[in-house]
């Protein structure tokens, strides 16, 4: 059984930044890419990046490119997502994901998802 658990979200004004953190429990973590995806409300899920098994190479959404920063810790079995220069369109439900299919953008390719952690950027 793998166990994804998200923290880190809350209520930010536009302009600031956010670090949102993953921990996995129960399997390999190094085995797994991970990954972020978000839901804002009325709107279907989207992917925001994704980081490979050894951290080496990471994909990100256009909407993101240049603001927000995936990382990932094997010793902490922990992947982060740091956002900066956040906007009121960044507010959402955010999810973190693992597989074995590394640096896959497309949700269903997810195996293990947490429960999510919310945004709220204030303008």
């Known amino acids: 059984q793998v166990q994804l658990v998200e923290s880190g979200g809350g209520l930010v004004q536009a302009g600031g930044s956010l670090r949102l953190s993953c921990e996995v429990f129960?399997?390999?973590?190094?085995?797994?890419?991970m990954a972020w995806f978000r839901q804002a409300p009325g709107k279907e899920r989207e992917f925001v990046s994704v980081?490979?098994?050894?951290?080496?190479?990471?994909i990100y959404a256009d909407s993101v490119k240049g603001r927000f920063a995936i990382s990932r810790d094997n010793a902490k079995n922990t992947v982060y997502l740091q956002m900066n220069s956040l906007k009121p369109e960044d507010t959402a439900v955010y999810y973190c994901?693992?597989?074995?299919?590394?640096?896959?953008?497309?949700?269903?390719?997810?195996?293990?998802w947490g429960q999510g952690t919310r945004v709220t950027v204030s303008s």
């Open positions: 994901a693992a597989n074995y299919i590394n640096l896959a953008t497309k949700g269903v390719d997810y195996d293990y």
């Open positions: 129960g399997r390999t973590f190094s085995r797994y890419a």
């Open positions: 980081i490979s098994l050894a951290g080496s190479s990471t």
